[in-house]
């Protein structure tokens, strides 16, 4: 008898592991995205979430807020991700091509070590301004899913476009040109 209490408690929990299974894909598939990206996807301006964040760039904090009229890039990376590796210097090229027209690239590095995000900046010769969110406390109010995750925000504050991955492909860049044209005109 108690073997077959066994079989029945074994049956029972993989069950529940199956449903849980099952609910997860559930979610998954149907999520109607209501994060940044999934609003600016269906053509949505949705209003960037504010921060104030410490400066990996410098001493003192940067506001979102205190870019609103200029249009911002904000791209979101750590130094142990290999696609943000492979797109900094691309970042590097759109802020030294565009700083002058009123662009702001923003990095933004989250679940980092502060020593490692510095090395990265180094490495890859990065100018524009990177602040730390070390325990990754902003990314909920992006729905950011992985890294890197890039959005393209107006000088209202809006965001325009966003990015999943990393922007290497021809097309994501061409995207993210247009983007950014967008931003400045409005």
Known sequence: MARRAKLVAQGVALG?????????????????????AAAAARG???????????????????????????AVVLNVWASWCIPCKEEAPFLEQVWQQNRNRGLVVVG?????????ARRFMK???????????????????????????TFV???????????AGAVNATEDRVRLRAAIEQALAS
């Open 153 to 163: 925000i107006d000088r209202e504050g809006k965001v325009v476009e966003a990015f």
């Open 16 to 36: 529940l592991v199956a449903l849980l299974f099952i609910l997860l894909a559930w979610t998954l598939l149907t999520e109607e995205g209501g994060d940044l």
């Open 44 to 70: 949505e301006r949705p209003e960037a979430p504010d921060f104030t964040l410490g400066r990996l760039d410098q001493e003192g904090e940067l506001a979102l807020s205190s870019l609103r009229g200029k």
């Open 123 to 149: 490495r890859f010769g990065l100018t524009f301004p990177i602040v730390y969110d070390g325990p990754g406390d902003t990314l909920g109010g992006y729905g950011v899913t992985g890294f890197p995750e």
């Open 108 to 116: 933004l590095d989250a679940k980092d070590f502060r020593s490692d």
